[in-house]
């Protein structure tokens, strides 16, 4: 049997101004268990930030004793915050004895720099990371990147995102795909209040791929694969550096002076190292065993001459031509 206790007015509870507020409590609570839940989420400190995380809504709340102790939930139209961070879901758990919520169905992370959307997540307050599985997806506010996979992990603490699972990232006109892809966030120095993203690693089958913008027909890639790769960006999200490892390829097709198509070259070796000016690929390196070949500008647009797994897949892109939040 539930007994609905409703507040009207005063003071904000859990962070939340009442109003018309109708919480569903079970009728079995002890007063002392009412109190604790009054107080729930409200003065959450955590060791290191010293920030509290505070439930700003819900449309109701309730509380019991499971297996692994007492609990406490919320539902509908879920939303907390957390220093700059705010959560968003339709259903969450707190267990108070494991220090962790569990967040359920539209689970949404977002603060100043990036959001980021799970079916499902966790979230630990004391430590200030998540973790979101399903179908995950994220950009950055600056709209520089985007990206999906089927797990991630957020760490507020180490300023960085964990992607797993059939990951795939786009940057402008580029493709990065990988078993993992952790990004790297960083303070833009002009504005302090706002994260870039300054290294992206890519460990297992690291793939990028990047459209030739100078001619429009045939449309063309440039690719580099490699075991592993890390990609340096400054602080206006341009690639200033591409470091492939491990059984690295690259290929690129290449312009006169004029800037007139001159052939495509293909390059393997342990390492390959790119360097970029303004965005743009101004010199390649390669390190170990090096092999390769140059192509005629006949070639151009054949696809027998792609590197073994390229293939493009834009329209996966969830954030593809969206001005707006999902």
Not at 26 to 37: E, G
Not at 96 to 110: R, S
Request: glycine fraction near 8%; charge should be positive.
């Amino acid at each position: 049997m539930k007994t609905k206790v409703c507040y009207i007015g005063g003071e904000a509870i859990f962070g939340m101004p009442l109003i018309d507020i109708c919480l569903t409590m079970r009728k079995v609570f002890s007063v002392p268990l009412l109190i604790a839940l009054f107080f729930l989420f409200q003065a959450v400190a955590l060791p290191a930030e010293k920030k509290k995380i505070i439930l700003q809504h819900a449309d109701t709340i309730e509380g019991g004793e499971a297996a692994s102790g007492s609990f406490r939930a919320v539902t509908g139209h879920v939303v907390f915050l957390h220093d700059t961070m705010t959560l968003k879901c339709d259903r969450a758990t707190d267990y108070g004895q494991e220090n962790k919520i569990v967040l359920k169905g539209n689970v949404y992370f977002t603060d100043n720099s990036v959001e980021i959307y799970g079916d499902n997540g966790v979230y630990s307050p004391d430590k200030g990371i998540g973790e979101l599985s399903g179908n995950v997806r994220g950009r950055m506010l600056d709209n520089s990147l985007s990206g999906k996979a089927r797990r991630a992990t957020v760490n507020r603490v180490t300023n960085q995102i964990m992607l797993y699972d059939d990951v795939l990232v786009w940057h402008e006109r580029q493709q990065i795909s990988g078993d993992t892809i952790l990004l790297h966030l960083k303070e833009v120095a002009r504005s302090p209040k706002r994260k870039s993203v300054d290294e992206v690693e890519v460990k297992g089958k690291a793939f990028f791929a990047a459209q030739d913008t100078l001619f429009v027909l045939p449309v063309v890639y440039d690719q580099f694969s490699g075991k592993s790769m890390l990609i340096r960006l400054n602080d206006r999200s341009k690639i200033t550096g591409i470091t492939l490892t491990s059984q690295a390829e690259s290929l690129y097709h290449l312009y006169d002076e004029k800037r007139k198509p001159s052939g495509i070259n293909y390059s393997s070796g342990d390492m390959i190292r790119m360097f970029f000016k303004d965005g743009a690929l101004g010199r390649v390196t390669v390190v170990g065993g090096v092999e390769g070949k140059q192509y005629p500008e006949s070639f151009r647009g054949d696809k027998g001459i792609n590197l073994s797994n390229f293939f493009w897949r834009e329209r996966e892109n969830p954030f593809k031509q969206q001005k707006s939040l999902p």
